[in-house]
């Protein structure tokens, strides 16, 4: 339990390693064969060996485990360092400030906003999540895509597809009006957007693909579809997709359904350090591209309800810590218990 070696993935199952051929596979078993001193026993490759470290596995799958950092938010830096420069040069050619962009909170007056891990805002944060598949496109390492998520080949409109496709970065506003359609016709939550990034990242990741202008629309079509069966109690039909989007058929959103859901090897588990780690990541790139949140003055009504909510949960955790103490209290009483020594006739 406490190794560093996981005892759960092996290179067959781990979505990070290339798959090994059979004759691969096959050479390697009579090679671990002919190791073995006892000819009629075969020598048996130990799990450590065969297995990859929990270190790897975190640097290769952010989607997977919460101390990997997120694909997103790694390739919007160089446009962030672009702009903070640009916006210091500004600083510094102009000679009187400009209005601030910003609410801050006074001795008079505190600014909150009403985005939290549990209930996040839907429009920041389909905002937030639009902007991090923008990146995926800008900022993508190559073109690498399949059939399934190619636009041209299975059209989600009766309009023709340009010619030119495959070379146009989409802007962010288009990739924002089509998830946000999306989610408003649906009627899907803020926190399914989050989800919708998670099975995207982990994708790109198992499937070694890339997010271009030729398939970002169908690959956020087959995450949003999925995140909404898991993450909803109604979820929404694929019949119901195709009423939204009216000249896409019900086996066309099946059969993506199928090819994503084997491309992430059936692997729809977002824990709750994921989740939490792709929601802080969203509002860090929210900061970086001064994409503010909603902010509104405390008021009485508000307090009042901030204070009965912190209240519940005070409560809550003393009824855990004096349960915690019963029990350790029963535990030492249990230890004190002092037999009487017996008489032997």
Known sequence: MGNTVSCCASPESSPKLPSRQPAERLEEFHTSTEVSDDNTVPYLQHISDREVPDELASESNPSDHARASTIFLSKSQTDVRDKRKSNHINHISHVSPGPLS????????????????????????????????????????????????????????????PDDYSHVDPEHKLIYRFVRTLFSAAQLTAECAIVTLVYLERLLTYAELDICPANWKRIVLGAILLASKVWDDQAVWNVDYCQILKDITVEDMNEMERHF???????????????????????????????????????????????????????????LSRSAMRRSISADNLIGIRHSNAVLS
């Open 261 to 319: 859901l084997e491309l992430l090897q059936f692997n729809i588990n977002v824990p709750a350090s994921v989740y939490a780690k792709y929601y802080f990541d969203l509002r860090q790139l929210a900061d970086d591209n001064n994409l503010s949140f909603p902010l509104e003055p405390l008021d009485n009504q508000r307090a009042q309800k901030l204070e009965a909510i912190s209240r519940l949960c005070e409560d809550k955790y003393k009824d």
């Open 102 to 161: 910003k609410k801050y909170s006074s001795c008079s007056t505190i600014f909150i906003d009403d985005n939290t891990v549990s209930q996040p805002n839907l429009k920041s944060t389909i905002k937030c999540v639009t902007l991090a598949i923008y990146y995926h496109v800008k900022n993508r390492d190559s073109g690498r895509s399949l059939d399934i998520f190619d636009e041209k080949l299975h059209p989600l409109s009766r309009e023709p597809v």
